[in-house]
């Protein structure tokens, strides 16, 4: 199934019911004095978060979602019906944009927004009976609703992103670490929609990791899958940057890890302009060493230096395959977290 997570549609409030214009039929008069009852309100297109469901997939199916407009008013001073209410459900972390890209509102932590407020009836014609004019011919129209083309985007809230080179270990590390069983195979881009998994931390805390399409050089510019994939870490709070320490595949670990964080500041430089943007480039980085079961322990040691050297401290260095230092990743994590949260 592909995964989606932008739609486009057009949304609506209900128009007001106009009112109505109408006399009281009584026997010995050919007309009676004004009893035009008021149009029905509109119905609000309310918007609602629900945590069931994690995709858009489901607001496809129409390209337009209106509430219904309010009934006419009627005769005897009916009013007419007011109209229910649309809701459209929407996983929890949606964001809708107008066509201009800014944010008309962003769902997250929140359950229940009204988006358009449906018209108000009109007045019938009774409304207008005053001394001078007994006998009022005009009622109103009902308050028309609005309408809007929005456009919805929805991120993987997780905690933590996986970043990293094709064939790094990605999807082994996320199955090492949650329930979550993506596919694993020694090619590059294996992963073509993101994973995610949820990581138990100790008896009480848990997290999300989300492990997304390997990036390569020249990403930024659509080499490989591009860096589209990226917006579904843009709201992680920290990321692994995930190194493939083997050297199997020919490329060196530590320009690797330069590659990527090259990568991720040309992502930050062609979305700076969007509202609500936070660059990744900043992103607190865990950095870890994957596949040390291929070296030995004095490459090991000279790799480690060498990333000392440029990120100032050493990384951790782990198997997926073997589970060295697994525990101490989840570990570290967790601890990371809390710390972020606390700040
Ligand atoms: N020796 C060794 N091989 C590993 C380790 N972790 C992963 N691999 C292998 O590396 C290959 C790629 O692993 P994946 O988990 O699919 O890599 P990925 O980063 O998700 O790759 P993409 O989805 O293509 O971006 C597989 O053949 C894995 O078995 C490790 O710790 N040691
Ligand atoms: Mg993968």
């Known amino acids: 199934m592909k995964f989606i ?8 409030s209900g128009h007001g019911g106009p009112g109505c214009v109408s006399f009281r039929r009584e026997s010995m008069q050919a007309r009676g004095g004004p009893d035009g009852g008021d149009g029905g309100k509109g119905g609000d297109l309310v918007i609602r978060t629900s945590r069931h469901i994690n995709s858009l997939v489901d607001l496809r199916q129409n390209k337009r979602y209106a509430a219904r407009n309010g009934g006419m008013g009627s005769g005897r001073q009916r009013t007419g019906q007011d109209a229910e209410d649309l809701v459209l459900i929407v996983p929890e972390g949606t964001i809708f944009r107008n066509m201009d ?3 008309i509102i962003d769902m997250t932590g929140i359950n229940e927004h009204v988006l358009l407020k449906g018209g108000r009836g009109g007045k019938g014609n009774e409304f207008f009976k005053t001394s001078v004019n007994q006998a009022p011919e005009h009622a109103q129209p009902g308050e028309e609703g609005q309408e809007i083309e929005v456009k919805l985007e929805l991120k993987l809230i997780a905690d933590v992103g996986i970043i990293g080179f094709p064939n790094a270990g990605k999807s082994t590390l996320i199955s090492r670490i949650s329930a979550a069983k993506p596919k694993i195979a020694d090619y590059p881009f294996t992963t073509l929609t993101p994973n995610l998994g949820v990581v138990k931390a100790g008896d009480y805390s848990s997290f999300v990791v989300a492990d997304i399409p390997g990036l390569v050089k020249g990403a930024h510019e659509g080499v490989g899958l591009g860096i589209q994939f990226l917006k579904h870490v843009e709201r992680t709070r920290i990321f692994i940057h995930l190194v493939d320490a083997s ?15 090259y990568e991720l500041k040309m ?15 900043t992103r607190p980085q865990f950095v870890v060493l994957n596949k040390i079961d291929t070296l030995s322990s004095d490459q090991l040691q000279k790799l480690l230096n060498s990333f000392k050297k440029i990120t100032g401290t050493a990384p951790l260095a782990i198997s997926a395959v073997t ?6 990743l989840v570990v570290e994590l967790g601890r990371q977290i809390l710390k972020q949260e606390e700040e």
């Open 5 to 12: 997570d932008e739609v486009r549609i057009t949304l609506a």
């Open 101 to 103: 890209g800014e944010i």
């Open 247 to 261: 050297g199997m595949s020919g490329r060196d670990p530590l320009q690797d890890f330069e590659d990527i964080n």
């Open 267 to 281: 992502y930050d430089e062609n979305n700076k302009d969007k509202e609500g943007f936070f660059p990744l480039s």
């Open 323 to 328: 589970g060295t230092n697994i525990n101490e």
